[in-house]
C-alpha cells in the first residue's frame, strides 16, 4: 500500500514537472556530462567554516562505460521465440567470482521467469542481439523488434582498486500491462570476496533521513513543489527499497528513483530520476561498509583487474547458447602457438590428443589443462579403430592414452573421439568411453585456407555444436581468431564439450555429435 503510494508520488512528480520519459532532459543545476562525478569535496575539501554541499538533480545515473573495468567476461543469454524476446547482458570478472555467480544466478532466474510468464520454455537461441557477445556492457537491442520483450542490461557504476559496482537494469515490456523497471547497483570487493547491493551504503533505519536529502535535491530543482515531500508515509523497509541504485561516486553518492509509469501508455519507458547527495551529507547514515565502499571509490585508483590467466570462465549451457571448437591429433609444434591465442581471448576449447604426442610433448599437454581446456582420447597412434581385430590391442590403443595423459597432466579423460570418427558396435562395446564425435566438420585437413574455414566453422554452427579441426595445419591456426569472433558475434558462449553436457557426459559406448539442443 505504502509502496504503491510511493510509487504514485514518484511518477506524479514526474509527470508534474515534465520529466522526459527514459531521458531526462538537461538539468541546469547539473554538472555538463552525466557521466562525470562531481568532485568538489575531492579537488578543494571545504574548511570547518565552508557550507555544507546541496543535494541537486543530476542528469543520469553515473555510467564510467566498459573501459573503465577493463578484463570483465562480457556474458549474453539471448531467446527469440515468435513475438517474445530475451536479451540479457551482464559483465562478471573472470574466472569463478561471488559477483559473477550472483549475477548469473539473477539473470538466470529472471529469463526463466519471464518466459515462463509468457508460456514459454527458456531456449537460448543465437543471432538474436546485433554484436552478440563481443561488448561487456550496453546495446542489449534486439535485431528484430518484438511484442513481449525482457531486457537486461550492465553498466559499470564504479571501478577502483580491488572495487567494482556494476548496474544491472531489467525492463520487462509485454502488451497491455505497464513497463517495469527494476535497477540494482552491486557492489564487489575483489580482495574481501564480499558482494553487496546499493542499500548496503546505509546504516539499517537510516534510509528515510537518506531519502530526506534526496528530496531536498528534488525540491532544489523544482521537481516537487517547495513544501512537499514525495516520500512522506514510507516505512524502513520502502525507504531502503528505493536505495537499491545507489551509485558511490568520488564525492558522494547518486541515487537513482525508478517508478511504474503510472498513468502512462503501454510500453511506455519509465522514468528515472537522480539525485547527487554529497558525502559530508551521508556520512552519519553511511554504514561501515558504505563508508569503506566510498572511500576506495575516492581514491581514484585505476580498477585491479582479478588475475585469471586461463580461458575458463563458469559457464552453464543451460542458460547461454554454447559451442564447442575441438582440435584433434596434437598437441603438436603449433599447439602452444593456439594456446596462446585461446587464452587471449579467453576461449575454451576441447583437445582430443594422441597418447604418443602427449608423451613427446608433455609440457604442451600440461598447458592445456593448466589454461582451464579440456583434454581427451584419440587413441595413441591414430588407427581406424574399427579394422583392429584383436579386441586387446583396441582396448590399449585407449587405456594407454588414458595412462599418458593422466600420468602428465593429472587428469583422466573423460570421452574418447575415434580416429576418422571410425567406430561400430564393438569399438563402442569394449572404449569404456563415450565416443564424441562432431557436427561441424571443417575439413581444414584439406587445407582449404582460413577463410573457409572460419566461414564454415561460424555459419554452420548451431546451439551445441562441435566445431571439428586439427591443431596440426598452420592454416587453422590462422582461422581460430576469425573461428572465436564470428561465433560470438553471433551471440554464441564458448565451452568445452563436457561443460555443454553440464559436467557429466552420458555413459561408455554412447555416441554424440553436438550437445543438448
Ligand atoms: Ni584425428
Known amino acids: 500500500m505504502r509502496g504503491r503510494a510511493l510509487l504514485a508520488a514518484v511518477a506524479a512528480l514526474a509527470m508534474a514537472t515534465g520529466l522526459a520519459a527514459c531521458a531526462p532532459g ?44 577493463p578484463g570483465l567476461v562480457p556474458r549474453l543469454a539471448a531467446m527469440r521465440q515468435g513475438d517474445l524476446a530475451v536479451v540479457a547482458r551482464w559483465a562478471t570478472p573472470p574466472g569463478r567470482s561471488a559477483l559473477g555467480d550472483a549475477l548469473t544466478a539473477s539473470v538466470d532466474r529472471s529469463v526463466r521467469e519471464f518466459a515462463a510468464s509468457r508460456g514459454a520454455a527458456w ?108 516520500f512522506a508515509g514510507l516505512d524502513d523497509a520502502g525507504a531502503r527499497a528505493l536505495l537499491v541504485d545507489s551509485a558511490a561516486t568520488r564525492s558522494g553518492v547518486v541515487v537513482t528513483l525508478p517508478h511504474a509509469t503510472a498513468g502512462a501508455a503501454a510500453g511506455t519507458p519509465p522514468s528515472i530520476v537522480s539525485v547527487h547527495v554529497p558525502g559530508r551529507l551521508l556520512s552519519p547514515y553511511l554504514s561501515e561498509r558504505g563508508a569503506a565502499i566510498l572511500a576506495g571509490v575516492a581514491t581514484g585508483e585505476p580498477y585491479a583487474a582479478p588475475s585469471a590467466p586461463t580461458a575458463a570462465d563458469p559457464v552453464d549451457c543451460t542458460l547461454v547458447a554454447c559451442v564447442s571448437i575441438t582440435f584433434d591429433d596434437g598437441p603438436s609444434s603449433l599447439t602452444d602457438g593456439l594456446l596462446d591465442i585461446l587464452v587471449e581471448r579467453r576461449a575454451p576449447a576441447t583437445f582430443y590428443v594422441q597418447g604418443n604426442a602427449v608423451q613427446n610433448r608433455p609440457e604442451t599437454a600440461r598447458r592445456i589443462v593448466a589454461e582451464g581446456h579440456e583434454i581427451a582420447n584419440h587413441t595413441w597412434k591414430h588407427p581406424d579403430l574399427r579394422k583392429i581385430t584383436d579386441d586387446a590391442e583396441l582396448r590399449e590403443e585407449i587405456r594407454r592414452t588414458q595412462g599418458a ?91 568445452t564439450v563436457v561443460e555443454q553436457f553440464g559436467g557429466a557426459l552420458p555413459g561408455a559406448g554412447s555416441v554424440l555429435t553436438h550437445g543438448p539442443r
Open 405 to 495: 595423459i593422466v600420468a602428465v597432466t593429472g587428469v583422466t579423460a573423460t570421452s574418447l573421439r575415434p580416429p576418422y570418427g571410425g567406430y561400430d558396435v564393438r569399438v563402442q562395446a569394449l572404449a569404456e568411453l563415450p565416443l564424441i564425435l562432431w557436427d561441424i566438420d571443417t575439413e581444414d585437413w584439406r587445407r582449404p585456407g582460413p577463410d573457409v574455414v572460419v566461414e564454415r566453422s561460424v555459419t554452420r554452427s548451431a546451439k551445441g555444436s562441435i566445431v571439428l579441426m586439427h591443431d596440426t595445419h598452420t592454416s587453422t591456426i590462422e582461422a581460430v581468431p576469425g573461428v572465436i569472433d564470428g561465433l560470438r558475434a553471433r551471440g554464441f558462449t564458448l565451452a
Open 123 to 230: 531456449a537460448p537461441g543465437v543471432d538474436v542481439v546485433p554484436g552478440g557477445v563481443g561488448r561487456t556492457c550496453g546495446g542489449a537491442t534486439l535485431a528484430t523488434p518484438a511484442v513481449s520483450t525482457l531486457t537486461i542490461d550492465c553498466s559499470i557504476v564504479a571501478a577502483a582498486g580491488p572495487l567494482l559496482a556494476e548496474r544491472i537494469v531489467v525492463v520487462r515490456r509485454v502488451a497491455g500491462e505497464p513497463t517495469t523497471v527494476s535497477r540494482t547497483v552491486w557492489y564487489a570487493d575483489a580482495a574481501t570476496g564480499t558482494i553487496d547491493d546499493g542499500t548496503a551504503l546505509y546504516l539499517p533505519g537510516a534510509e528515510r533521513r537518506v531519502l530526506r536529502s534526496v528530496a531536498e535535491g528534488l525540491r532544489a530543482a523544482g521537481r516537487v513543489g517547495t513544501a512537499d515531500d514525495p
Open 26 to 69: 538537461p538539468d541546469p543545476s547539473a554538472p555538463s556530462s552525466p557521466t562525470a562525478a562531481p568532485r568538489e569535496s575531492t579537488s578543494a575539501p571545504p574548511g570547518p567554516t565552508a557550507p555544507l554541499p546541496s543535494p541537486r538533480v543530476v542528469p543520469g545515473p553515473p555510467d564510467l562505460g566498459p573501459a573503465a573495468a
